[in-house]
């Protein structure tokens, strides 16, 4: 008896850099990929505009890019994204301004993206306050 293979599947997702009016200029993809035991998330991106350094690397609740007012009517760029749900570490952005880099987690599977965001932000702890830079949108 053997068993059937089972079929991978996968998601290719556009990451855009944020602004206060929402979503600006695609600047890399997400491929998602079902794995036995969660995901794998490749991340391809150029042209970022940010240091070279590890920046965060997060799951949102929400997935729309438009942003949102604080409590004092400040914009929230990437305010639509709601809340981290889920730290995936950090990604390396290079002198270049490119990430080529391919994360994996166990505590998300692949059915709990729709309707969700992969976040990158703009430093590592990507913790409150911190700004936004780009999303992909499930």
């Not at 079929?7 to 997400?30: F, R, S």
């Not at 794998?40 to 890019?65: M, P, R, W, Y």
């Not at 599977?109 to 830079?133: E, P, R």
Request: hydrophobic share 35%.
């Amino acid at each position: 008896c053997f068993a059937q293979a089972k079929q991978t599947t996968t998601i290719t997702k556009d990451i855009v850099e944020l602004n206060e009016n929402g979503a600006g200029k695609k600047v890399g993809t997400v491929t998602v990929t079902e794995t036995a035991d969660g995901i794998s998330i490749e991340v391809k991106a150029s042209g970022l505009t940010l240091k070279a350094e590890q920046v965060g690397f997060h799951l949102h609740d929400k997935n729309s890019v438009r942003p949102t007012k604080d409590a004092s009517g400040t914009t929230v760029v990437g305010g639509g994204l709601g809340a981290d749900i889920a730290d995936l570490g950090s990604l390396t952005v290079n002198a270049d301004g490119s990430v080529n880099q391919t994360v994996s987690s166990a505590n998300i599977k692949y059915s709990d993206l729709k309707g969700k965001s992969l976040v990158i932000y703009a430093d590592a702890t990507g913790g409150s306050g911190t700004s936004i830079y780009a999303a992909a949108i499930f």
